[in-house]
T-cell receptor
């Protein structure tokens, strides 16, 4: 069975601060995929990144960066110089190969960026 | 390209009734997945349809069912509604369902009274 844990239920920061969202996962599969999604107040989940378990390179996309460490089963997400528009719920998700589009989501982290 | 659309956006039903929700995927996408989101249980996978066939199913009772049509549009049905079925139901589509990024719709907010 797979499990994704996002221990931070809520995080509140002031604009321009850096913030890291933690994600820890459990799986018996040797190959799997990890995802991050953003859910703004409108409710629609927005895809941010997909990472293959064989690729442990960190990734940076603008103000966003992801740190994948297979040894600690973590896939953390950092927002640099946060902005008010970053306020949303962020979900980490896991999917083993062969499961089609089935995702196991974490509980989500509510990020509030205050001006 | 139009995104994933879900209808209706909001729905209020009474316990014991049944409900049908609709999802139109992005043009060209053949896989449609459904998720239930509640404050207590979070986001949970319901089922996935690909080329009109159910390919995956989550751990939900048989009251939850779905289908997919030849144009890839999908419907999910919940019979004998319970108060605990109140949730945001999200639909997602991908081209083939093989871990391409999923595009989610805005969801249908179902309230059972």
């Amino acid at each position: 069975a797979q499990k994704v844990t996002q221990a931070q239920t809520e995080i509140s920061v002031v604009e321009k601060e850096d913030v890291t969202l933690d994600c820890v996962y459990e799986t018996r599969d040797t190959t799997y995929y990890l995802f991050w999604y953003k859910q703004p107040p409108s409710g629609e989940l927005v895809f941010l990144i997909r990472r293959n378990s064989f690729d442990e390179q960190n990734e940076i996309s603008g103000r966003y960066s992801w740190n994948f460490q297979k040894s600690t089963s973590s896939f953390n997400f950092t927002i640099t110089a946060s902005q008010v528009v970053d306020s949303a719920v962020y979900f980490c998700a896991l999917s083993p190969p062969g499961s089609g589009s089935r995702l196991t989501f974490g509980e989500g982290t509510q990020l509030t960026v205050n001006p | 390209k139009a995104g994933v659309t879900q209808t209706p956006r909001y729905l209020i039903k009474t316990r014991g009734q049944q409900v049908t929700l609709s999802c139109s995927p992005i043009s060209g996408h053949r896989s449609v997945s459904w998720y239930q989101q509640t404050p207590g249980q979070g986001l949970q996978f319901l089922f996935e349809y690909f080329s009109e066939t159910q390919r995956n199913k989550g751990n939900f009772p048989g009251r939850f069912s779905g289908r997919q049509f030849s144009n890839s549009r999908s419907e999910m049905n919940v019979s004998t509604l319970e108060l605990g079925d109140s949730a945001l139901y999200l639909c997602a589509s991908t081209q083939t369902g093989t871990l391409n990024e999923q595009y989610f719709g805005p969801g249908t907010r179902l309230t059972v009274t």
